[in-house]
């Protein structure tokens, strides 16, 4: 398939995907929409050859969490606070939330890929350049930390 | 809790507006458009800086541009970095004054322990790792560590116990053995070469090398100071940026892991301990953390500032400590500014991946650095900044 002839229906069809990852890593809009605009150039731009669909959805997945990184260890970069509230319906995901933004940015983000988009321990390694042992690592002290959070907070499960 | 089922509930409700779904796409249609006319041969660009490259490429005319600006911010670094390290160079010399501790009460060692090399000793003790026993029920490990003292008796050991998991190749003990106090932080270091090299000639798979390749470090060390007692370490995950410093109150027995907090705007970290009065900071080289960036500060009798170098300064090149008994450690060498992220800078060392030894190596240069009373001055870049 050829992104270049699709680019308006690739934006919708993984705008959610991108923005998910994303605002959970950098929690700030301004920077989720720059980070994607990019991306989304970049795929414009890109000489790769996709295959499917799912392959163009994990090619932007991989750039965009590049870019995240590479913004948030700028040393030019300006640290800004959480712009908006997303809209829980109930109480019991806010604070799953809240937990889950308290982690390191890395953490959240090793947290959603696995869990969330699926992604398998070797495939995040790769994502973030990270050793699986280090993704390994990172997936338990995340976990573990979350449940301490959400411990304190007196959240109970359903 | 069921993590998967839980985290995917909470996340299905991050999702964009439709409104920002349409800016982005008016958006990405406009940043096409400019890409595809920015290409064109020949064309032109209206105004600016850009004038003088109209036929290269939007990434080149970017990059003209970006390294312009970067070369005329270097300049003014150079000058402000000059001024910084005076004015830092005379707090910390004031600070150095406060530090009143015993210099026979204060000993570190920190060490890397391999498969060929099992043993640390320090302060007429030896600590040993006798044993790794990995429990297949429950896919997790433990060390068995002895102490004893040098002549082979056995001291008296109390208070052991476990402060916490870093994760599962990670974990810090505290432990009294002849009544003083020890931290000793065990990390089951991922030696990537070693591994990679098992993997080659044994044809294993690099999950199944991990797990069976142990390569490990420990640290152990102790400083009474009047009396309090704090014992400050560090690791690194084996890649880039994970930085952690530990702090135990020895008379409590508490202990506090630090963590990251960003400072939102100057970049730095700021992180507080278990005590208030202990503040550390410390900052980003060049896109990724470098512990020769560290500073520690105390408000009271412990000790003391290190060499720091602020986000936005100029590159160390060479940082040297000149101690009073005349020898140097040379803590950056061939300092090369970096070019992508997760590559580490320090020690003479730029590489991915930082092995098990380089770890201690920088940990043992670091921990030098902390002695600071020891020190008779710094050569930052050959220029000397610090005289007692």
Redesign the interface.
Known sequence: MNPKEN??RI??AY??DL??IL??YCKN?SDC?DI??GA??KL??TNTEFESDTHVKNWLIKVAVRDA??LQ?????????LDEN????DEY?LE??EA?LKL?PKERMI??LY??EGYSVKEIGVML??????V???L??S??R??TV?KESDWS?E | ?K??C??????D????QEA??E???E???A??HG?AQCNKPGHKQPSGIEESTQNTGLKDRAVKGIGRTMVSAAACILLLIAGAVTVYAVVSHSLLDRYKGSEEDIVYVSQLITGDDQTISMNGLQFAIEDYVFEESVGEGYFVLSITREDGTKPVIKDSRKLR??????CLWAVYVDELPYMILFEEM?N?EKIRSLCETTGME??DA?QSFHNISLSAGRMDADSNCYYVSFWT??????FAIYILQTDSFSVEML??K????D?LFMTESVSEAVTFTYG?????LNPFALELSWEGELPVPTYLQK??EAPIEKITIVKKDGTEIALIEDFMPIKE??KWSSGGHSK??RTGEEHAEDTYQLINLLNIHEVDYLLVNGEKVMVE
């Not at chain 1, 997303?86 to 319906?89: E, G, H, P, V, Y």
């Not at chain 1, 350049?129 to 280090?134: D, F, L, N």
């Not at chain 2, 409700?13 to 964009?16: G, L, R, S």
Request: with cysteine; proline share 2%; hydrophobic share 35%.
């Open positions: 680019l308006e934006i919708r705008s959610n923005y998910r605002y959970v809009k929409e994607m605009q989304f150039l414009y731009e990184l590479n260890k700028s040393r030019w970069r300006n640290y800004v606070e997303i809209a829980f319906t995901h799953v939330f889950l390191k947290l959603l869990y969330y350049k990270m050793a699986e042992g280090t390994k690592s990172k338990h002290r976990r573990g979350l449940k959400l499960e | 809790m993590n998967e839980v985290i995917k509930e909470t996340l409700a991050v999702v964009m920002q779904i800016r982005l796409v958006r990405c249609r940043a096409q890409a998991d870093a994760c599962p190749i990670s991922g990537e690099k999950e991990w995950e084996e890649v880039e940026d994970d963590e990251e960003r400072d939102a705007g970049g980003q080289l060049g896109g990724t986000p936005g992220n997760l991915d991946y």
